[in-house]
């Protein structure tokens, strides 16, 4: 069956510390892999998506993820965090079949950054 | 609208009523989910709708749960005599239909209580 597991579930940091939120999916199908954040009070919206091609993907707001097939994940990473990146944040496979197009979501992890 | 939207935003219910749930997908969306976020849970695919083929309902979890969609507009969901389980934040979620994958735009989500 497919799944999604995000090994850390509460992260703590400084501001300007640097953050790896792990993701491992199990999945035989060809991925689409996704990560999406929830800012307190708003609803999910997407950070970065990798599809197909340079395994390492950029997204908005200096987030980068490197999708690694041999070990089937999808880690997200920031260089220096600010506080307004506390949130929570989800990792997803899109599992996609001749009927569907789900997207099979993990935990979550909570990131609260600290000035 | 800009975004998928859904009401009631909030959903306070007694053990046993039936509510029901409303999502307006983003406009030339042609696929349209739900999902189910429980308390400190990651999200659970419900149903996913694909234009005129025949839904994936493979998440629903008990048959109190029914979907349906009009066309490629708005999506009704439906949960016949609640059970506090039920409590959680329903989102719904829609996407274009696009070569190659498709990102899924979410909206704010219904918080139900069922007391």
């Known amino acids: 069956a497919q799944s999604v597991s995000q090994h850390n579930h509460h992260v703590i940091l400084s501001e300007a510390a640097s953050l790896e939120l792990g993701c491992n999916y199990s999945?035989?199908?060809?991925?689409?892999l996704f990560w999406y954040v929830q800012y307190p009070g708003q609803h999910l919206q997407l950070l970065l998506k990798y599809f197909s091609g340079d395994p390492l993907v950029k997204g908005i707001k200096g987030f980068e993820a490197e999708f690694i097939k041999s070990k089937f994940s999808f880690n997200l990473r920031k260089p220096s965090v600010q506080w307004s990146d506390t949130a929570e944040y989800f990792c997803a496979v899109n599992a996609k079949s001749y009927n569907t197009d789900k997207l099979i979501f993990g935990t979550g992890t909570r990131l609260q950054v600290f000035p | 609208g800009a975004g998928v939207s859904q009401s009631p935003s909030n959903k306070v219910t007694e053990k046993g009523k039936d509510v029901e749930l409303r999502c307006d997908p983003i406009s030339g969306h042609t696929a349209l989910y739900w999902y189910r976020q429980r308390l400190g849970q990651g999200l659970e695919f419900l149903i996913y709708?694909?234009?005129?083929?025949?839904?994936?309902k493979s998440g629903l979890p008990s048959d109190r749960f029914s979907a349906e969609r009009t066309g490629e507009s708005v999506s009704t969901l439906t949960i016949q005599r609640t059970q506090q389980e039920d409590s959680a934040v329903y989102l719904c979620?829609?996407?274009?239909?696009?070569?190659?994958?498709?990102?899924?735009?979410f909206g704010p989500g219904t918080r139900l209580t069922v007391l």
């Open positions: 979620a829609s996407s274009p239909r696009l070569a190659g994958g498709n990102e899924q735009f």
């Open positions: 999945y035989g199908g060809t991925v689409n």
């Open positions: 709708f694909q234009g005129n083929s025949a839904p994936d």
